[in-house]
């Protein structure tokens, strides 16, 4: 009959490890990359005058026109050069459709 002794099984066990632990590859090379490589300081900038900026809001057309931008969904320097090239582009959701809820019958 077969008995079994804590010695054995520690003796097979360490066995075991030892195998397993010359079966693994070299251990690879790791390389670190700092996530603040590419970080550039805050750099306040001078804000120019009010009325300055007063003035350039008036030349673009007042808030009616970067409200009228924020509908398009263009930023203010391609709205001012792509005028003709937005009026072919096909809208962002067409094809795309929600059908309508079903209406609730009246008791």
Do not use: C
Not at 11 to 35: E, G, H, I
Not at 50 to 67: I, L
Not at 68 to 87: C, H, I, L, N, V
């Amino acid at each position: 009959m077969f008995h079994s002794s804590p010695a054995g099984w520690l003796a097979l066990l360490s066995a075991f490890a030892a195998l397993s632990a010359a079966a693994q590859p070299a251990p690879t090379v790791l390389n670190y990359k700092s996530a603040l490589e590419g970080y550039r300081p805050f750099a306040d900038e001078k804000p120019i005058p009010w009325k300055e900026a007063n003035e350039t809001v008036y030349r673009r057309g007042g808030w009616q026109a970067y409200a009228k931008e924020a509908a398009e969904g263009t930023p203010p320097a391609a709205a001012e050069s792509s005028k003709g090239a937005a009026a072919d582009a096909p809208a962002a959701h067409q094809g795309h459709a929600m059908p309508m809820p079903a209406k609730k019958e009246q008791p």
